[in-house]
């Protein structure tokens, strides 16, 4: 390979990667996350629905309510291991739901405490629209 072809392929590369860099420094907002699971669902999160969800069981011990509250609106803690959480709904915590592989990792563990499986994108929806509008 000559040096002009590698020159031309790590300009390139690095062009394409300063062109998506704005894209990867973008924070996520609660309303982006919604936005991004209600298109993976095809419909709209449901406030309703998604208040449910989170204050039913399952057919297991515990619902999203057992350690963050029902409303999620003050810290709590988690019911084995008593571990202080913070307010879940973003309109009192700020920090809730700005990060999407956070958003994407809690989501897996804690569906998985309440399910035995993961949520599907429009039970996320659902959740998301409940928690946004607490406030």
Not at 5 to 21: E, G, P, Q, R, Y
Not at 44 to 63: I, K
Request: charge should be positive; aromatic fraction near 6%; proline fraction near 4%.
């Amino acid at each position: 390979m000559s040096l002009n072809k590698i020159s031309f392929t790590k300009v390139a590369a690095l062009a394409i990667s300063a062109l998506m860099l704005p894209l990867v420094a973008l924070a996520a907002t609660p309303q982006s996350e919604l936005l991004r699971w209600q298109q993976a669902a095809g419909q709209p999160g449901d406030a309703d629905r998604g208040q449910v969800f989170f204050g039913r069981r399952h057919n297991g011990e515990w619902s999203c309510a057992s350690c963050h509250g029902q409303p999620p609106t003050q810290d709590s803690k988690h019911a084995s291991t008593g571990k202080k959480i913070s307010a879940l709904a973003p309109g009192l915590n700020a920090e809730r739901f700005t990060d999407s592989a956070k958003v994407d990792k809690w989501f897996k563990r804690n569906c998985k405490d309440v399910l035995s499986r993961e949520c599907t994108a429009l039970e996320k929806a659902d959740v998301l629209a409940y928690l946004i509008g607490l406030k």
